[in-house]
């Protein structure tokens, strides 16, 4: 009976009631120098601050691996050797099992006290040939093993890490348990609750884990990806892992109404994934406003709290945080504030659309639908494009130039008159123009690196109009850069108006 009034009460205190909406987080890493930076940014963002929990990650550096591997390491199978092995073999091979059907990321076998990596394997009749093994691996010591040795192929994780047995995984947990008692954040997240039920126990293994940090962390909220039977009785909050980037937007979507009712009908609070903000690296540019928008208003439309992933770096190196963090805040206040309308949260679910909320004063905000463009690609010679807008609307826009090179004196005509940037756009930058008639150069992840002051007129007529773009290329190494165009227009505004709590 305490347990149920504790957990009441822990839900009435983050602010769900079962019909109502269920208060978003900031997921962080257990690092002390940190968590003052992170929970003053989700004081502005109207977040919760959470930890997330990985209790069972043996690394391969550990004192449970090197230099004498644990006989706890959680074993996928036991295989036999084929024949005698000495020292320095880096090939061998063992009978046939299914075990390797099971994925693995580093393949780590153990024998006796000796951990063995193979890169490649095939198969030939009744036996699996290994090839291109390391020996003695992480710090393990080499030895000869006789004809028909056990052989245990181990689990290993995505992290790149090995998972302990149930012996093993209730000492780490204890530990881990130990130490988050110590920390004031009260939202335990574990994001990969399946993994502790690798070993013979299976879902008992990861009740048993959940009851070894609560024991030690009676007042925090636990909140895991997974629910079964054990889990369901031991979690105040599902999250499903379920990580939003732009490219997923259809496929996403068409699962969302069969999960929430899935979730209502259990009367378990109703949580839309994780979404993570990223700075550029070379196979991906920098998290953008309009991609953050766009999760926010799916998280709006299921009335569904979510987990954001945005860690310290990232913050303090990433140009746009004030923004992302105010309008994580003006989403989150109107969303749990039940101002939206169900008309507005029908619109908000149509996985090509776009909308920005405008805060104008404590209790006034406007609403906008936005059409983002395609990029446009310029070849410089006779660029020329068709601007199709369901608005007519002042434009904005976003110009990226990569490769090599730079551009200069940037002009559109439209039938409406010329809007001209007297400035030069070098490679690894963006030319930002905002709605507001502000411009600037960035760099690669946003950060400022010149105000621009633009000539002329911005103004899109509804349908298709003819813009012309034109500017001076200066090329490098005989290569020109590669310059591409976004624009951005958005309809009449609708007026929300927050009432205050009474």
């Known amino acids: ?277 990223l700075l550029s690296d070379k196979n991906r540019p920098a998290t953008t406003y309009e991609e953050l928008e766009w999760f926010l208003s799916k998280a709006a439309a299921y009335d569904a709290g979510f987990g954001l992933i945005f860690d310290a770096e990232t913050m303090r190196k990433h140009g746009l945080t004030p923004i992302f963090l105010k309008a994580v805040n003006i989403w989150e206040t109107l969303r749990l504030a039940g101002v939206f309308s169900e008309a507005q949260k029908e619109q908000f679910k149509d996985p090509y659309g776009n909308w920005h909320i405008a805060k104008e004063n404590d209790s006034t905000y406007s609403l906008y639908a936005e059409h983002i463009s395609r990029r446009f690609f310029c070849n410089f010679e006779d660029d020329t494009w068709e601007w199709n807008s369901p608005y007519k609307s002042r434009f904005a826009l976003q110009i990226a130039v990569e490769g090599k090179g730079s551009i200069s004196e940037l002009n559109f005509r439209t039938p409406n008159g010329i809007l001209y940037f007297p400035c030069t756009l070098k490679a690894g930058q963006y030319l930002v123009y905002d709605f507001n008639g502000t411009a600037c150069i960035t760099d690669q992840d946003f950060n400022i690196v010149n105000e621009v002051i633009p000539q002329g007129v911005s103004i899109l007529d509804e349908g298709i109009s003819e813009v012309t773009f034109t500017c001076e290329v200066k090329p490098q190494d005989k290569q020109q850069p590669r310059v591409t165009v976004r624009y951005y227009t958005h309809d009449t505004p609708e007026t929300i108006i927050l009432k205050p709590v009474p």
């Open 1 to 277: 009976m305490k347990r149920i009034l504790a957990i009441v009460m822990l839900l009435v205190c983050e602010g769900f009631a079962f019909g109502q909406a269920t208060k978003s987080y900031l997921i962080a890493d257990y690092n002390e120098k940190d968590l003052a930076f992170l929970q003053a940014k989700c004081r502005q963002a109207s977040l919760d601050m959470s930890l997330s929990v990985l209790a069972n990650r043996v690394a391969t550096d550990s004192k449970h691996v090197s230099p004498k591997p644990s006989k706890h390491l959680l074993k996928q199978g036991v295989l036999k050797l084929q024949l005698p092995m000495n020292e320095s073999q880096d090939e061998f091979a063992v009978y046939h099992s299914d075990i390797f059907k099971i994925p693995s990321t580093i393949n780590v076998l153990q024998i006796d006290d000796e951990l063995i990596t193979y890169r490649t394997m095939e198969t030939a009749g009744n036996i699996h040939l290994l090839y291109h093994c390391t020996r003695g691996a992480f710090g393990s010591k080499k030895s000869a093993h006789a004809k028909n040795a056990v052989v245990y192929k181990l689990w290993d994780s995505p992290e790149r890490t090995l998972l302990p047995d149930l012996e093993l995984q209730d000492q780490m947990a204890q530990a881990e348990a130990k130490k988050l008692a110590k920390s004031n954040i009260p939202l335990l997240v574990f994001n990969d609750l399946k993994s502790y039920g690798y070993c013979e126990q299976g879902d008992l293994a990861i009740g048993h884990f959940l009851d070894t940090i609560r024991k030690y962390n009676p007042d925090k909220i636990l909140q895991g990806d997974l629910l079964t039977p054990m889990s369901a009785q031991r979690l105040e909050r599902v999250n499903e892992n379920q990580l939003w980037n732009a490219s997923m937007r259809t496929k996403i979507i068409e699962t969302l109404d069969e999960k929430q009712d899935f979730y209502r009908k259990r009367q378990m609070p109703w949580m839309i994934g994780n979404f993570q903000i």
